[in-house]
Each structure stands twice: as structure tokens, then as C-alpha cells.
T-cell receptor
């Protein structure tokens, strides 16, 4: 069973702090990695995708990928109350690039 | 607006009924998906079609039958609804040649009474 594991939450940070969300995956051959944000009662929204080792920055968001250690993380700098949501890590399986396996999500609360 | 749309947004029905959910995308993508998100918010793939061809068919009761009339539409028909089918069903789409970034529709909240 190919799995994607996220830290058990919830995570609470003060406004302006850095929020760090982590994810590990079991399929060593996975090639594509995604972070989705899901507000309560809404659909998942793609916020970051990363395909190669290292860091990828987009505004206040940085995704980090380490394929050797099989982990991917998301850093949110200068956290805002509007970042409060559930963050889902998703990984495609090797050999089946269309199939996304999601983690169970981490609920982030940013306190004003 | 370019998007993935689903109808209906809410569906409340009795056990044993048959119902359908429709999905349309105008993003020009070639692959569409159905996901189920249960009460614990776990999101799981059910089916996927690429250019009208079924490419992912997870272990799902055969009461669930997807249909893709063309690459912009994917429907989900559910026969003999059961209480455990209550969940939010999301449609998504992606372009196979673009890293499989999947974009989700607004979801259909199904409640079986």
C-alpha cells in the first residue's frame, strides 16, 4: 500500500510566524509532488507543485523536496489568518503518473 | 470563467435510490477524475478517464459507474445508494503532459438518509 503521511495536527502559529508542514511518502519512484490548500467546506486548491530536489519558492510559500529521504515540506512565511486551512500533501505513484495519493491533511490555524 | 464545474452542489436522497453527478471542465484538459472525501476529510481517487478511456479504476463498489461522453465531461452514476455513500464527491481535471497538476471542482455533498 503506497502511503503519504503528514504530521498529525493541528498546527497553530501566531500571525507573522513561519508555518512548517511536512510530508513523507513510501513510493521511492514517485516523481511529482503537490501541496493543496482546502478551506472548510471548499474544494482543494493547488498552491505548489515540485518535481525535482531542492527548494521552490512562490511568494510566501516554499516547497522543499528531498527524494533520497522521501519527504516534501511546505513553508509558509509571514503567516496570515487567511492561511488558516487544511493543507494536503499529494504524491503521484511511480509508473502511474495520473494517480495522486493524498495525505490525511494538516489543519493550520494562524492566530491574529 | 475557466473552471471545473459540478452539478448538483448538494444531493439529499433516500437509501436505495439511484442518482447521478455531472462534471464539466473548460480548461482544455484531457484527463478527468472522481474523488471521494469522507467525513474524516480523507481524499481518495475513485476513477480517472483520459480522452474518454478509463485509466484508473480503484476498488469501488460496482454500484458506482463513471461515464465520459467526451474529454470535457465526466459523470458519476450511483445505484442503490447506501448510508456509507454519504460524502463529498469531487471532480478534477489535468493535462497529462503538464505534470499532472489537478484542478478540482467545487464538490457535490451527497447525503443518504
Amino acid at each position: 500500500q503506497k502511503e503519504v503521511e503528514q504530521n498529525s495536527g493541528p498546527l497553530s502559529v501566531p500571525e507573522g510566524a513561519i508555518a512548517s508542514l511536512n510530508c513523507t511518502y513510501s513510493d521511492r519512484g514517485s516523481q511529482s509532488f503537490f501541496w493543496y490548500r482546502q478551506y472548510s467546506g471548499k474544494s482543494p486548491e493547488l498552491i505548489m507543485s515540485i518535481y525535482s530536489n531542492g527548494d521552490k519558492e512562490d511568494g510566501r510559500f516554499t516547497a522543499q523536496l528531498n527524494k533520497a529521504s522521501q519527504y516534501v515540506s511546505l513553508l509558509i512565511r509571514d503567516s496570515q489568518p487567511s492561511d488558516s486551512a487544511t493543507y494536503l500533501c499529494a504524491v503521484t505513484l511511480a509508473g502511474g503518473s495520473e494517480k495522486l495519493v493524498f495525505g490525511k491533511g494538516m489543519k493550520l490555524t494562524v492566530n491574529p | 470563467d475557466t473552471a471545473v464545474s459540478q452539478t448538483p452542489k448538494y444531493l439529499v436522497t433516500q437509501m436505495g435510490n439511484d442518482k447521478s453527478i455531472k462534471c464539466e471542465q473548460n480548461l482544455g484538459h484531457d484527463t478527468m477524475y472522481w474523488y471521494k472525501q469522507d467525513s474524516k476529510k480523507f481524499l481518495k481517487i475513485m476513477f480517472s478517464y483520459n480522452n474518454k478511456e478509463l485509466i484508473i479504476n480503484e476498488t469501488v463498489p460496482n454500484r458506482f459507474s463513471p461515464k465520459s461522453p467526451d474529454k470535457a465531461h465526466l459523470n458519476l452514476h450511483i445505484n442503490s445508494l447506501e448510508l456509507g455513500d454519504s460524502a463529498v464527491y469531487f471532480c478534477a481535471s489535468s493535462q497529462r503532459t503538464s505534470g499532472n497538476e489537478q484542478f478540482f471542482g467545487p464538490g457535490t455533498r451527497l447525503t443518504v438518509l
